[in-house]
């Protein structure tokens, strides 16, 4: 089934109300209307992703066969998976969120492009889940974000970003959407993802025992 993000009229560029949460290093926007046993699903959904991903992949070395490996766990889990995208930039410095937008928008409206970029600003003023997400990142050299939301035909997509920067020069107030360090070398795997009610009701109960003892830090972002 084609996933319509970018064929049907698009809500998203009216305001949307939303809800973000930082999950180790992934940060996550939920559009509204994402109900909380959906978030968890999602939430489960890669956090099983990765672990099965870094069992075969050095993320750091590897990150594109990483992000595949990844791919394919969570369509192990009936997600259908859109194609991907690429953006690489061995001398990069500016303003990540900029390069990042102009790369979504195969994948994502301009509504929902500018709401991620308030959540990083969001991300700012609230301590607690900077420091948790910052922790993260310093440790793995590179995180994930992702909005969710329900489509026309009332299935969940994700759109998924593996974002990450070698060489960068992480410090305890570093903005990371801002690089100012030009030997960074920057590399995102993006792609878009849909489950359908009927596939994540089958497959919660087993989802839940899979990732029982994967524990994660969350902080929910307030506004």
Request: glycine share 0%.
């Given at each position: 089934m084609e996933m319509l993000d970018n064929v049907l009229p698009q809500?998203?560029?009216i305001a949307e109300e939303s809800s973000s949460v930082v999950a180790g290093n992934s940060l996550l926007t939920f559009f509204s209307g994402v109900s909380r046993e959906d978030e968890r699903f999602i939430k489960d959904s890669m956090r099983w992703a990765e672990y099965q991903a870094d069992q075969r992949v050095n993320r750091r070395q590897a990150p594109g066969f990483w992000f595949e490996y990844y791919s394919a766990s969570l369509?192990?889990?009936g997600w259908e998976l859109g194609e991907p995208v690429r953006v690489a930039g061995?001398?990069?410095e500016g303003d990540f969120l900029d390069a990042w937008s102009k790369s979504m928008e195969r994948l994502l409206s301009s509504g929902r492009r500018q709401q991620m970029?308030?959540?990083?600003?969001?991300?700012e003023h609230n301590p607690a889940g900077f420091d948790l997400f910052a922790d993260s990142v310093r440790e793995w050299n590179d995180f994930v974000f992702s909005p969710a939301y329900y489509n026309y035909y009332k299935h969940l997509e994700i759109v998924i970003s593996h974002v990450g920067l070698l060489d960068a020069q992480w410090t305890k107030r570093y903005l990371f959407w801002d690089v100012e360090?030009?030997?960074?070398?920057?590399?995102?795997?993006?792609?878009?993802?849909?489950?359908?009610p009927k596939n994540m009701s089958a497959r919660r109960a087993e989802l839940t025992e899979l990732v029982r003892d994967m524990r994660r830090n969350e902080f929910a972002l307030s506004q």
């Open positions: 809500v998203a560029d369509q192990q889990l061995r001398e990069f970029k308030k959540t990083f600003q969001l991300l360090y030009s030997r960074s070398q920057l590399e995102v795997y993006a792609r878009r993802f849909m489950n359908t």
